[in-house]
């Protein structure tokens, strides 16, 4: 594998990693140095999982992605100290930096990801809907005001309920998914919040000259169907693809948030045919996971992350290793490539299940000690925990590799700490409203 003149060479396979707390970098850690590669994490967070690996050959702390120059200025330094590394995007961040950063960062690494102009019409949520309805794919109603004037004259006329969706996570304060509002009024009210705390600290990407505005699009209620997850790989030339299916059955958060739980299923007739479209026509190449809801009696596209995400554990376990494809990709070794994705075409353990253990029964205390689940519900998810457990993948804990899993425990305690005193004020300020409401009814009956 030679570099430019005058670098150093590299013995063998090197790839190296960043958001270490992510479900999908330590996946794509332990799949890939189970293959012989040499597997280096950049860690943001003393608890970030994937460096603790028994496969991470070397760790690095660095800045946090979210200030993007001194992570880069950390990165190049150490990219110059051994060049020859895959360096893949593990982040919706560090895909935006890598491609945004390319010039300089190919002095130093083997990169492996698609042009700035394809991620900028994937990372921006409106341009993204342009493109997937151009290929035929159904997409939710969206609207884009640009002013709070506009904002006014429109909201009215809206069908409620409606999400305020970020228009993307590039340089975002927070990483949250948006927020749902009912009411014209809590659409103002909501919509001048996110201004409020967004646009003073997001950083101005001309690239992106709209990322401080938000979108408002259509909410779904997602019912027993779940939200739909199309994962898969799609190479440099566009001929080699594959996919997997799988349902989101928890996720973090209501109305929206990340996924905690998934099952395996079997692709929708004609979508992974939709989504191969889709990434030509968005130039994109790469692994990949397209996210459905059901929406009037069809599959609406309503994201496409073009990096690792969270259950690309599951997807290892039913047969299709997305980490080593995009490695094997990056190196130019075609005949190695095609023998892999030709056996990922004919195997699929379609019992398997994704799951963040630690997290779901942290959300099912809490759940109980607030009295928000029924003893149905709480027993359901016992079922389920139990059902499973012969063929389910971990977000983080393995018998083969645990540390990870402790140090993923650790991190959540440490979130819930900080969030409690958060918890603890919505909570009061809750129960302040329903307080006064109860007053006005009761006057009302007086």
Known sequence: ???????????????????????????????????????????SDRLGAAAWSRYTKRRFSAPPESDSERFLERLLAIGQSSPGRILLPTSDETAWIYAENAPRLQRHFRLYHPPISSLRRILDKKLFSESAAGV????????????????????????????IKPRTHVHRVRNDKGVVVDTPQDLILQYRRFLDR??????????????????????????AEGVLSITGFIDRSGELFVTRAAKKVLQRSQPIGVGVCFEAQPSPENLPARVRDLCRELDY???????????????????????????????????????LFVCLDAIGDT????????????LDDQQAVFRDRFTLRAILLAQTLTARISREELAKWRRWLKQHAGHAVDFAADRDDRVPGIVHAFSELYLGLRSLPRFLRAKAANGMTTTKTSRKLEEQHS
């Open 1 to 43: 594998m030679r570099l430019n003149d005058g670098d150093a060479m590299i013995k063998g396979p090197s790839v190296i990693l960043a958001t270490a707390s992510a479900g999908g970098t330590i996946a794509a850690v332990r799949n890939l140095g189970a293959q012989g590669f040499d597997v280096d994490v950049v860690s």
């Open 136 to 163: 035929g794919l159904t997409v939710l109603p969206s609207w884009d005001p640009t002013s709070l004037d506009e904002l006014a004259e429109l909201a009215p006329t809206l069908p409620f309920p409606v999400l």
């Open 198 to 223: 967004e646009q003073p600290r997001t950083v101005d990407t001309p690239l992106l000259p709209d990322a401080k505005r938000p979108l408002l699009q259509k909410f779904v209620r997602i019912g």
């Open 285 to 323: 190449f790469g692994l990949f996971e397209a996210e459905f809801v059901s929406f009037d009696g069809r599959w609406a596209i309503i994201d496409f992350n073009p990096r690792m995400f969270s259950q690309v554990g599951m997807d290892i376990r039913r047969g299709m290793p997305l980490p």
């Open 335 to 346: 005949e190695a490539l095609r023998r892999e994705v030709a056996r990922a075409q004919t």
